[in-house]
T-cell receptor
């Protein structure tokens, strides 16, 4: 079993829809939780960064962490075609290496 | 502006050849990482460094080596390229050990 599980998709939604992306994990030591966005043939770039449990909002993006369920989510409101990309969750214990999910490919159709 | 660059962007090589992929960052970050990205596996850590003269093995280090002689560069060497090493390779750097990692544009390597 992988430490971090992420549905690869692809996920296809109409423009304006609310998108929900999720990851589950097995390592209870994970404390830092991140979402990276990767456009085709580009390197990943950090989108959201949270520590421990709770929610964090940044514009149209909301990251949620539920440590009791070992489950994290990224919500995208009013999705745009420019949001079409692969979204990677990532997490790590304190002061240790980051483990990445395999990524979910999202397509927002105009 | 600070950046992280990789070269070459594309490389085709033959089985058994030694290949070196370059990574250069101008962020002045102490931490640098090499990943490979394959369909179904996501990003897997090959080697990483927390500073000059420091190198550490990641989860898929067999057949790869790195050296860190200065802050800016972490070259990745494939000692004897194998077809299983056909992949997209990303270099990344970060200020702190658990911090935002800045990724390079990637090197697409094909071993024939």
């Amino acid at each position: 079993q992988k430490e971090v599980e992420q549905d690869p998709g692809p996920l296809s939604v109409p423009e304006g829809a609310i998108v929900s992306l999720n990851c589950t994990y097995s390592n209870s030591a994970f404390q830092y939780f991140m979402w990276y966005r990767q456009y085709s043939r580009k390197g990943p770039e950090l989108l959201m960064y949270t520590y421990s449990s709770g929610n964090k909002e940044d514009g149209r993006f909301t990251a949620q962490v539920d440590k009791s369920s070992k489950y994290i989510s990224l919500f995208i409101r009013d999705s745009q075609p420019s949001d079409s990309a692969t979204y990677l969750c990532a997490m790590s214990p304190i002061d240790q290496k980051v483990t990445f999910g395999t990524g979910t490919k999202l397509q927002v159709i105009p | 502006d600070a950046e992280i660059t990789q070269s070459p962007r594309h490389k085709i090589t033959e089985t058994g050849r030694q290949v070196t992929l370059a990574c250069h960052q101008t962020w002045n970050h102490n931490n640098m990482f090499w990943y490979r990205q394959d369909l179904g596996h996501g990003l897997r850590l090959i080697h990483y460094s927390y500073g000059v003269q420091d190198t550490n093995k990641g989860e898929v280090s067999d057949g790869y080596s790195v050296s860190r002689s200065n802050t800016e560069d972490l070259p990745l060497t494939l000692e004897s390229a194998a077809s299983s090493q056909t992949s997209v390779y990303f270099c990344a750097s970060s200020r702190d050990r658990v911090d935002e990692q800045y990724f390079g544009p990637g090197t697409r390597l094909t071993v024939t």
